[in-house]
């Protein structure tokens, strides 16, 4: 099976102004004649993903990737500015980013929220789509997002305490996601300091296959949780501005594109049964299930599928 490549750092970086005073970052690697490929971080708000280029052949590849609206260089940042930030403005930039770049056609690679992105904007723009990579698959449907904020809590019950005892007894205990985004649009600078933490420790016990509630790397950083964690409840409130269950529902428009889904069979931030459902619903996908894997694409067997996945596209 093939392996990641060694690192691989980026040729060209570009900044893009798109609508709404919104500049994004973009940075481009591997081979400037090489088969594009457009990867979608996750989050939202993660920010663009050094491990996620080795996934891909740089030879072969053309590596684009981009911070999206208000994380990582991409300006104004969501601690500041929520504006104009929407799914439909996501997938505004990514034709804005194709056509300034001259790209007809380019895989498209997301993991969890950008898969959720990568959907929206294949079933919008088609034929711009040659094939797509999708792991820890998710549509963001309201019952996903009931789960990761609610239902979640019967495997996790100890952290699920902490994560509804950091709401305010005047805020709806009963609906999380929209108390977090109350307290992360507070005023006070420390509440909303607060609520990042809080949002991100709930996050870190289910990351993984792994019992841990390790922040990784980049959660340590109190400006990257607080941009996160705006981004998080602000499209989680807003139900991605998408009508529910209609990436599922119009999944036949992607009849014609190759799909390859990557689930981990432990993943508890986004159940298989979202994957399954897409996979019976998208003619010419396949769905490869890894076994002890969860929705890290660090667990074991995870990046190995991705980099086979990917490598089955490179003609």
């Known amino acids: 099976m093939p392996e990641t490549c060694p690192e691989i750092a980026p040729f060209d970086t570009i900044f893009i102004d798109v609508s709404e005073g919104h500049r994004l970052h973009v940075t481009i690697a591997g081979n ?25 052949d740089p030879k072969r590849y053309r590596i684009i990737q981009f911070d999206q609206r208000g994380c ?7 601690a500041v500015s929520l504006e104009h930030n929407t799914t439909h403005h996501l997938i ?23 898969s ?15 094939a797509m990579v999708l792991a820890g698959v998710t549509t963001t449907r309201q019952k996903e997002i009931d789960w990761l904020y609610q239902g979640l809590g019967m495997f996790l019950p100890g952290q699920w305490q902490r994560f ?13 996601v929209a108390a977090y985004y109350q307290l992360l649009n507070d005023a006070d600078p420390a509440i909303r300091a607060g609520a990042a933490y ?7 016990g289910s990351i993984t296959a792994e019992s841990t509630s390790a922040f990784p790397e980049k959660w340590q950083d109190e400006h990257y949780r ?10 989680f409130h807003h139900a991605a501005w998408l009508d529910d269950g209609v990436l599922l529902r119009n999944a036949g428009r992607l009849a014609g594109i190759p799909g390859l889904l990557i689930q981990g069979m432990h993943d508890l931030q986004g159940p298989p049964v979202t994957a399954y459902e897409l996979a019976v619903a998208w003619p010419g996908s396949e769905l490869i299930m890894i076994d002890g894997a969860g ?18 596209f490179a003609n």
């Not at 034709?95 to 997301?110: K, P, Q, S, Y």
Request: net charge negative; charged share 20%.
């Open 164 to 176: 509804i005892a950091a709401i305010p007894d005047h805020m709806p205990k009963d609906d999380p």
């Open 295 to 312: 929705h890290s694409t660090a667990d074991a067997g995870m990046e190995e599928a991705i980099v086979s996945a990917i490598a089955r």
């Open 198 to 204: 809080e949002w991100h420790l709930w996050e870190a």
């Open 92 to 114: 505004d930039d990514m034709e804005t980013i194709r056509a300034a770049l001259g790209v007809n056609d380019w895989l498209v690679f997301g993991t969890s929220w950008g």
């Open 116 to 130: 959720t992105l990568g959907l929206a904007y294949a079933q919008h723009h088609p034929r711009h789509v040659r």
């Open 32 to 56: 400037p004649a090489g088969q594009a490929a457009i990867l979608l971080h996750g989050g939202p708000g993660s920010g663009i993903s050094a491990t996620a280029r080795r996934y891909f």
């Open 226 to 235: 607080l941009t996160r964690a705006r981004l998080c409840a602000h499209y």
């Open 72 to 78: 990582g260089q991409s300006t104004p940042n969501a």
